[in-house]
Nanobody
Framework: QVQLVESGGGSVQAGGSLRLSCEASGIRFGIHYMAWFRQPPGKERDVAAVINSDGSTHYEDFVKGRFTISRDSAANRDTMYLQMGNLEPEDTGVYYC??????????WGQGTQVTVSP
């Protein structure tokens, strides 16, 4: 059974930092990529950062230079992180982790709330 468990959200003031974690287990066929998505209030969910199986990364413009995505792999689980710095009120939203396996199946975490006050 695939499980994605997110943690690390919270409330901070503008300019502050947070680190999100997403622990993935039960991925039977290997991971193609892991990603963080952001969904601001009343808006669509958009990709923020991606880390591929070869370790390469991609950042959307709105997080470049402020956020860092990384991943630790163990025998039975993979943990993805999003180190968020210089946070802005516009970063407020629910952050979701997504894992796509090598067969093309996608899995989503439950989401974690990030609130940035001015």
């Amino acid at each position: 059974q695939v499980q994605l468990v997110e943690s690390g959200g919270g409330s901070v003031q503008a300019g502050g930092s947070l680190r999100l974690s997403c622990e993935a287990s039960g991925i039977r066929f290997g991971i193609h990529y892991m990603a963080w998505f952001r969904q601001p209030p009343g808006k669509e969910r958009d990709v923020a950062a991606v880390i591929n199986s070869d370790g390469s990364t991609h950042y959307e413009d709105f997080v470049k230079g402020r956020f860092t995505i990384s991943r630790d792999s163990a025998a039975n689980r993979d943990t993805m992180y999003l180190q968020m710095g210089n946070l802005e009120p516009e970063d407020t939203g629910v952050y979701y982790c997504k894992v796509e396996d090598k067969l093309g199946f996608s899995y989503w975490g439950q989401g974690t709330q990030v609130t940035v006050s001015p």
